[in-house]
C-alpha cells in the first residue's frame, strides 16, 4: 500500500504497461486475417468488417492488459466476454444470415449495432488507460477485512437459508432444476404480475450473501490474517459453512448459471493467488475458452429442453446463448419506434426491491422489453449493457459511461495490489467475476443479485469496525528499542514499521539462485532483514519474465531487451545488454511500471547497472523515498572496477566522470546512502555521489571479536587457496606465480585449490599457467566455504583490482583460515574485522609476495585483528534497515559508525 506522499509528483497512477513485440504484432494479425477470410470475405458487409474491428481491438486489449505486469482480472474478463460473445459470434451470425431468434430481418440496423459495440468498446479502452487518482492508504479499521467480518457475514447467511429456505420451496428442491425450482417459488406465492420484490427477499437476498460470505473467508484464508490457532479454525469452519451454502443457492441446477459461475470464479479469484506471468496468461487463455466452450455447455444443467436443444462447435454460435448482437439489433429498432427511455430502466432496476403495488409505474427489465416490441413469445432475454445504454442515454450515453466504466474497472484493477485482506481486494474479485452477467444484461434481471451482493459487501466490511474476538491478527507495533547493535546506537522516537506494513522495493542486477558473488548475499541478508517488518519485492532485469518467492521475499524479474541469460553470458550478449542499458531508456520502462504498481513507500536500491542510469531516474521523477547500497565504485567507473589494464585507477578519470555525473543526476536529491566500507564511502563522497550526512557504513560481515585459529590440516605439502568469482580482476593468475614462487624458494609442495565458477576459457588458461610454473592446480568449482576452508592451509586474496570491501576475507577469517591480501581499497577493513590472521602482499611481484606468505605462515609477518582496535558500522543489513528507519520516519539520526 502506497503512501500519499509517496506518489508520482502529479498524484496520478500511470496506465499499465504496452508489452507489444514483433511475434505478437505478427501472430494477432494472423488471427484477424484468418477471422477475415472466413468470416468477412464469403459474404462482405459493413457490419461484418465492424465486426471485424471489434475483435482486433477486443484481442489487442486482452493482450495489453494480460502481459501489463500486474494482474487485472477486470480488464480481462471485459475483454474476454466481449471478444467472444458480441465478437466472434456475430461474424458467423452475419456471414450465414443465421441469427438465434426467428424474426423479420432488419439488416439496416447492423452497423447501427456495430457502432454502438465500437463505441462502447473504444471508450471503456480509453477510460481503462488513461491516469487515475493513486490509492489512498487503508488504514481504517473499517477497510480492512477480518476474520470476525467474515464470520458475521456467513453467520447471517445461515440465519437467512434456516429463515427462507422452507418459504421457497425446501432444500431438496434446489437440486433439482431451475424449472422446478421456479415452480415452488411459484407456489409459495412469491411471484405476482412480475413483481419479483419479495421473490428477491427470500430468494436472492439469502444467494447474494451466501456469495460475499464466501469470498470473504478465502481471502481471509488467503491472506492468513488469523491470530493463533483458533482463528484458523473460524476461517476454515467459515469456509466450510459458505461452500456449504453456495452449493444450495448458487449451484448450476437450479440458479442462473450467471451467477453459478460467477461466484465459482469469484472464490478461484479470491483464493488463487496470480503472482506469475504464466499464471495470468493461463486466465486470460482460460476465460476465452470458458466462454467459447463451457459457456453453451452450461444448459446441461437447466432444463430437459435446454439439453434436448444443446449444440456443439460452430453451431452453438447460432442459438439463443449467443443472442447479444441480435437484441442489439432489436434496441436500436425499438429506439427508432419508440425513442429513448432517459432511465426509466436504470431506476427500476436499482429500485428493484421497491414493490409495484408502490411504484406502479417500475419498468420491466429492458430485455423483456426490447423482446415483446418484437412480437417474441418467450421475452426473458438477455440485452448487452452497450445496448440497454444506448436504449436509456442514445449514442453520447454510451461513450459517457463506458469510459467511466473502463475508469472504474482501472480503480479496481489497482486495489488488488493493495493489502491483500481488505475492502478493495474483495470488491474487485466479486465485481470481476460478475461484471459478465451485467455486460449480458439486463440490468433488471442482473442487479437483484449483483447488486444485493455488493451492497452485502460494502456494509459487512466498511460499514463497521467489526467485532474484537481475537481472530484477526493485528499488525504490531514496532518496539521504540533500537537492536542491541543497532548500527546508529540510539533510540527511535517514533516506530517505522506501523500499520499497515510498509512496502519496500529492492532494486538489484541479479537475485538468488542466480547469486554471482558477495554482493547479491549481502543485498539478500539486507532483504530478509527488511522483511522481518515490511512487505518486500524484489525486482530484478531478466531474460525471461517471471515472477517467484524467496522465503518471505516476492521476486519479480522483469523482461528487458538484449538482457543476459547468465552473469557469465557470451561477449556479444554482454555487450548489447551494456550498451542498450546505457542508450535505450525504455530498457527499464517495464521495470519501472513494475515497481509503480507496487506502491512501494521506499525504494531500497543494489547494485543496479544493468539498467543503466534510467531505472533510477525514473524513482527520482516518481518522488519515491530512496535508499540507495552501494556494493562498489560502479557509479564511478565504466569498467566498474576502477582498473585499466594492470593499474587500478587512485582518482575518477575523465571518461569515467561523465558516467559518474550521469548517476549524480539520476540520484534522488534526498537519498540516503549505505556503504559497505569507509574506502568505498570516501570515494563516492569525492565523486560527489554520496552526501557524507546522509550516508553510513555497513560491513557485509563481521567476524567474531576473538581471534580465531583452528589446527594446520593433516597432509604433505601445502594447499594454497582460492575462493571467489573466477575472473581476471581477482588476480587469481598472480596467486598461483606466488604459489610458484614459494615452491621454488621453500622446496615443499605446493597445490593451487581454485574455488568458483568463470568462464571455461579462462578456468582453462589458469590450468594451462599453473602447469608451466609447476605447481599442481584443481578447479573444482563452487564449494561451500567451511568445505573450502578444510581443503586448504592458507588462502589467497590476490586482486587486481580496489575492492570494495572483500567478503570473502571475512568468511575465511572466520572459520580461522590465515589469509595473504592484496592492500586495495576496501580489502584491509575486511581482514580488520574478520576475526582471522593476515597479512598484505603486493601480488604484482610474486617474489615479495612469496616472501610475505612465508612471513604469515611463520607468524614474523603476521597481524592480528584487535576488537578494540576495529570502529565499524555494524552490519549491512543493519545499517540498511537504519536507513529505512531513516528516510521513512526522519527519527533516526544517521551516523557513520559506532565502536564495536
Not at 518496539?479 to 546506537?489: K, L, N, Q, W
Request: hydrophobic residues 50%; positive net charge; aromatic residues 8%.
Amino acid at each position: 500500500m502506497r503512501r500519499p506522499d509517496a506518489v508520482p509528483p502529479d498524484g496520478t497512477w500511470a496506465p499499465r504497461s504496452r508489452a507489444v513485440t514483433p511475434a505478437a504484432v505478427v501472430g494477432w494479425l494472423a488471427i484477424i486475417a484468418a477471422l477475415g477470410v472466413t468470416t468477412v470475405l464469403p459474404r462482405p458487409t459493413v457490419a461484418g468488417f465492424l465486426g471485424l474491428v471489434a475483435v482486433a481491438v477486443c484481442l489487442a486489449a486482452l493482450y495489453q492488459t494480460t502481459l501489463s505486469g500486474t494482474f487485472t482480472p477486470v480488464a480481462v474478463t471485459f475483454w474476454a466476454f466481449v471478444a467472444v460473445w458480441v465478437g466472434f459470434a456475430p461474424l458467423l451470425q452475419i456471414r450465414d444470415r443465421r441469427l438465434p431468434w426467428p424474426d423479420l430481418p432488419l439488416d439496416q440496423h447492423y452497423v447501427s449495432a456495430q457502432v454502438i459495440l465500437l463505441f462502447a468498446v473504444v471508450a471503456w479502452w480509453v477510460g481503462n488507460t488513461r491516469r487515475v487518482p493513486a490509492p489512498r492508504p487503508s488504514t481504517s479499521r473499517r477497510t480492512r477485512l477480518t476474520i470476525e467480518k467474515a464470520v458475521v457475514v456467513t453467520g447471517l447467511a445461515v440465519v437467512l437459508a434456516v429463515v427462507c429456505l422452507p418459504m421457497t420451496g425446501g432444500l431438496a428442491v434446489r437440486f433439482t432444476s431451475r424449472d422446478d425450482l421456479q415452480r415452488a417459488i411459484a407456489e409459495e406465492g412469491l411471484k405476482s404480475q412480475q413483481d419479483l420484490a419479495l421473490l428477491g427477499l427470500l430468494s436472492t437476498f439469502p444467494a447474494a450473501v451466501s456469495a460475499v460470505a464466501l469470498v470473504l473467508c478465502l481471502v481471509c484464508w488467503r491472506s492468513q490474517n488469523w491470530a493463533d490457532r483458533r482463528g484458523r479454525s473460524m476461517v476454515l469452519t467459515a469456509t466450510g459453512t459458505a461452500v456449504v451454502l453456495n452449493l444450495i443457492y448458487n449451484n448450476p441446477l437450479s440458479a442462473n448459471r450467471f451467477a453459478a459461475f460467477g461466484v465459482l470464479l469469484a472464490a478461484g479469484l479470491a483464493i488463487v493467488r496470480f503472482d506469475r506471468q504464466i499464471w495470468r496468461t493461463l486466465f486470460s487463455i482460460g476465460m476465452l475458452l470458458g466462454l467459447a466452450v463451457i459457456y453453451p455447455l452450461a444448459n446441461l444443467f437447466r432444463n430437459e429442453r435446454s439439453r434436448g436443444n444443446l449444440r456443439l462447435g460452430l453451431d452453438a454460435y447460432y442459438t439463443w446463448d449467443f443472442d447479444g448482437f441480435q437484441q442489439t439489433v432489436n434496441a436500436v429498432h425499438h429506439v427508432g419506434v419508440g425513442g429513448h427511455t432517459w432511465g426509466h430502466h436504470f431506476i427500476s432496476a436499482l429500485l428493484f426491491w421497491v414493490p409495484r403495488s408502490v411504484w406502479e409505474g417500475k419498468a420491466i427489465p429492458a430485455g423483456n422489453a426490447v423482446a415483446a416490441s418484437r412480437g417474441y413469445e418467450f421475452q426473458n432475454l438477455a440485452l448487452p449493457f452497450w445496448a440497454e445504454t444506448y436504449l436509456e442515454f442514445s449514442f453520447v450515453g454510451v461513450v459517457v459511461l463506458f469510459f467511466f466504466y473502463g475508469k472504474l474497472a482501472r480503480r479496481l484493477d489497482i486495489a488488488l495490489t493493495g493489502p491483500a485482506a481488505s475492502l478493495g481486494t474483495a470488491l474487485t474479485v466479486m465485481f470481476a467475476a460478475l461484471q459478465i452477467g451485467l455486460l449480458r444484461g439486463p440490468l433488471g434481471a442482473q442487479i437483484p443479485f449483483v447488486g444485493a451482493a455488493f451492497v452485502v459487501l460494502v456494509v459487512g466490511v466498511a460499514a463497521w469496525a467489526g467485532p474484537q474476538w481475537g481472530l484477526t491478527r493485528t499488525p504490531t507495533p514496532v518496539d521504540d528499542r533500537p537492536p542491541a547493535d543497532d548500527p546508529t546506537g540510539r533510540v527511535v522516537e517514533k516506530p517505522w514499521m506501523s500499520d499497515p506494513l510498509p512496502k519496500v522495493a529492492v532494486l538489484a542486477d541479479w537475485w538468488w539462485p542466480n547469486d554471482v558473488g558477495g554482493a547479491e548475499r549481502s543485498a539478500r541478508e539486507a532483504a530478509l532483514e527488511l522483511a522481518r517488518s515490511a512487505q518486500v519485492s524484489v525486482f530484478v532485469p531478466a531474460a525471461v519474465e517471471t515472477s517467484y518467492t524467496d522465503g518471505p521475499l516476492s521476486v519479480h524479474a522483469v523482461r528487458r531487451p538484449f538482457a543476459r541469460r547468465v552473469h557469465a553470458d557470451t561477449r556479444v550478449r554482454r555487450g548489447l545488454e551494456f550498451i542498450s542499458a546505457w542508450l535505450v531508456p525504455w530498457t527499464a520502462s517495464r521495470l519501472a511500471r513494475r515497481i509503480r504498481a507496487f506502491h512501494p513507500d521506499v525504494v531500497v536500491a543494489t547494485n543496479v547497472s544493468r539498467t543503466g542510469p534510467w531505472l533510477l531516474r525514473s524513482v527520482k521523477a516518481d518522488g519515491l523515498r530512496y535508499v540507495r547500497v552501494f556494493h562498489d565504485l560502479s557509479d564511478t567507473c565504466w569498467r566498474r572496477s576502477r582498473l585499466k589494464g594492470a593499474r587500478s585507477c587512485e582518482t575518477v578519470c575523465g571518461e569515467c566522470q561523465v558516467k559518474a555525473r550521469i548517476m549524480r543526476n539520476a540520484t534522488p536529491r534526498d537519498a540516503v546512502s549505505v556503504c559497505v566500507s569507509g574506502f568505498v564511502r570516501d570515494e563516492l563522497v569525492a565523486s560527489g555521489l554520496v552526501n557524507p550526512a546522509e550516508s553510513l557504513v555497513g560491513y557485509p560481515l563481521i567476524g567474531p571479536a576473538e581471534p580465531v585459529r583452528v589446527p594446520r590440516r593433516n597432509g604433505d605439502g601445502l594447499v594454497i587457496g582460492y575462493i571467489g568469482r573466477v575472473s581476471p580482476v581477482k588476480g587469481i593468475e598472480s596467486a598461483i606465480r606466488t604459489a610458484a614462487a614459494y615452491q621454488r624458494r621453500t622446496g615443499i609442495t605446493v597445490t593451487v585449490l581454485v574455488a568458483g565458477t568463470g568462464q571455461a576459457a579462462y578456468v582453462r588458461a589458469l590450468v594451462e599457467l599453473a602447469r608451466a610454473e609447476g605447481v599442481d592446480i584443481r578447479v573444482p568449482g563452487h564449494l561451500p566455504v567451511d568445505e573450502f576452508c578444510r581443503l586448504v592451509d592458507v588462502v589467497l586474496i590476490p586482486s587486481r583490482w580496489m575492492e570494495p570491501f572483500g567478503r570473502v576475507a571475512v568468511e575465511v577469517g572466520r572459520a580461522g583460515k590465515p589469509m595473504l591480501v592484496s592492500p586495495l581499497g576496501g580489502l584491509p577493513e575486511a581482514a580488520a574485522v574478520s576475526g582471522g590472521d593476515y597479512a598484505f602482499a603486493d601480488f604484482q611481484d610474486p617474489q615479495a609476495a612469496a616472501v610475505a606468505l612465508a612471513g604469515l605462515l611463520d607468524g614474523s609477518a603476521r597481524k592480528t585483528p584487535s576488537a578494540a582496535s576495529a570502529t565499524t558500522a555494524g552490519t549491512l543489513k543493519e545499517g540498511v534497515v537504519a536507513a529505512a528507519r531513516h528516510v521513512l520516519s526522519g527519527a533516526v539520526e544517521m551516523t557513520a559508525g559506532r565502536q564495536r
